[in-house]
């Protein structure tokens, strides 16, 4: 008998048996390195403490109702002890060959489970069913406990979800099928590539851990992002503003301006060609400008919300005027800009002044009674963290509004990428969102503390003069112009029925559209895409809420770009001569999109 015949009797490993040994040797020192160097980041003085998110008095206050109701545990556990009989009989029955239907399914959407591995193989099969009967089971039994206030609700149920996510059996070698079964193919060295990863990223956030999302070097703003031409024609301390080339021989006569939020960069609304709202509305014929905020640091320690109207919006306006000698203009509104787009409208109208003669809001809310998830980390203790975080570091680091925004979808944005990178060992895919999602901005301490009191927790913009902005108490039924409103039906950051409110706040003609997907890809849906839906309603009703609107709404395929444009094109003006900004009465300062935007966001202080 050979050597390679006897299995490694007479000490002859079998075929890849050393590779694989010599893997489980390298995972050994990076699991040394890395624990270095998660300790060696630890103990800052800047420790946020035991319950950062203010989530343990929730808690306590769930176990007490639940202790107060013992027969709905009871209940729960003899339902869950069910579930489990229901998959074993399953099991058994498969075993015989016989036709079965699982006792628990995911979600519509959920990508966790999509190998053929989790159904095709009994015992990962049984683990995937008694995952997903057992978070349902626990997700429910706590959205049940009655006597929980709205606050403590909502937050319970979050981070229950995040609790169980966390969970999933996807997300854990032993129970991952596909990582068991690409380990074996490369010998283990995916987890020390994996490893490596880990480490890297630990390094990248100086002990917060933040999986990356793109290879490195695959975008460049101005390279292969933010690519549509145009010039950087007025600039302050506070914002450049962006004109574009025209690509039509005439354009609508009133310039379009477009505020876009500054929690994020202005270029989510021109990624790349094919999917780029900014070349889109050249292409139609409007005259567009783009503010494109700066990344601030402890320069801009005294910028307020204000700031953002004056030297923002209105300096903007002025600009325009200047430049192609138009006083009047249309104007979008996205999200936070939107939010400030309305309140700045308000303004307006008290002086008197018609600036802005229609206005598009995109995904924004001015009522805040029922705004998103993000009310979850609005509460007074976490607010006092966050002004805490920012008196320290003068701002605050964009990579903690990163870190919220990724919670609310952590299977997708968080989870995902801790398979792939860590588990799996490969290199994130280069998708040109996520760069964008993780090309973060810091926020103005002022300015944030005000959005987060006024908006959040106080509601305040939508009482007449409960905020006062320019010398003049805000009031937005002083607004009377047209507006259009979009909304994204799977928005959790500016759910629907909250954006829809805007429509009975201000006094003007308003017509609302409802779009398919999220917060982002509800927006950012090229035509060409032919991806989604939206629901118009051309009723003349009065409607109390968006779902009674929605109940007489007809669903349309595809973009809703075009149907925005037949609106937005009746407010616009004749067609005049298109106007080239590099030959504009101001001076062009440099090429769109301009180098405020390449400014990466600044760590604080303490980091």
Known sequence: MSDKQDGGINGTLPEGSQEFADNMAKISMKSMDLVNEFYSTQGSSNNPGLDPLNIGSAFLDL????????????????????????????????????????????????????????????????????????????????????????????????????????????????????????????????????????????????????????????????????????????????????????????????????????????????????????????????????????????RHIEKTFESYMSEGILAALDAIEQTVGEKEVTAIGYCIGGTLMSATLSYLASIGEKRITACTFFATQTDFEDAGDLLLFTDEEQVQMIERKMETAGFLEGRNMATTFNMLRSSDLIWSFVINNYLMGKDPFPFDLLFWNCDTTNMPPKMHSFYLRNMYQNNLLQKPGGLTLGGQPIDLSKVTIPIFVQASKEDHIAPYGSVFKATKLMSGPAEFMLAGSGHIAGVINHPDANKYQHWVNSSKKEYATADDWLDDAKEQPGSWWPHWNKWLSKKSGPKVAARNPAKGRLKPIEDAPGSYVKVVAKAGKSS
């Open 63 to 298: 176990t007490n109702k639940m202790m107060a109701e013992p027969e709905k545990l009871v209940n729960a556990q003899a339902a869950l002890w069910q579930g489990y009989m229901n998959i074993w009989q399953n099991m058994a029955a498969g075993v015989n060959g016989q036709e079965t239907n699982p006792a628990a399914t995911s979600g519509k959407g959920d990508k966790r489970f999509r190998s053929d591995e989790w159904s095709k193989n009994q015992i990962f099969d049984y683990i995937k069913q008694s995952y997903l009967l057992t978070s349902k089971s626990i997700n429910d039994l706590v959205s049940d406990v009655d006597g929980l206030d709205d606050v403590s609700r909502k937050k319970v149920d979050f981070y229950t979800k995040q609790f169980t996510d966390a969970l999933s059996p996807s997300n854990f070698f032993w129970t991952n099928p596909d990582v068991l079964k690409h380990t074996l193919e490369t010998k283990g060295e995916n987890l020390v590539t994996g490893l490596e990863h880990l480490l890297e990223d630990l390094k990248k956030g100086k002990g917060q851990l933040s999986p990356s999302m793109v290879p490195d070097g695959v975008f460049e703003v101005g390279r292969n992002v933010a690519v549509t031409p145009g010039k950087v024609v007025f600039q302050n301390e506070l914002m450049q503003l962006i004109q574009y080339t025209p690509t039509t021989e005439k354009v609508y006569k009133k310039p379009l301006l477009i505020t876009p939020p500054w929690i994020n960069k202005f270029y989510i609304l021109d990624l790349k060609k094919e999917n780029s709202f900014i070349s889109w509305c050249v292409e139609q014929g409007y005259t567009v400008f783009i503010i494109s905020w700066i990344n601030p640091d402890e």
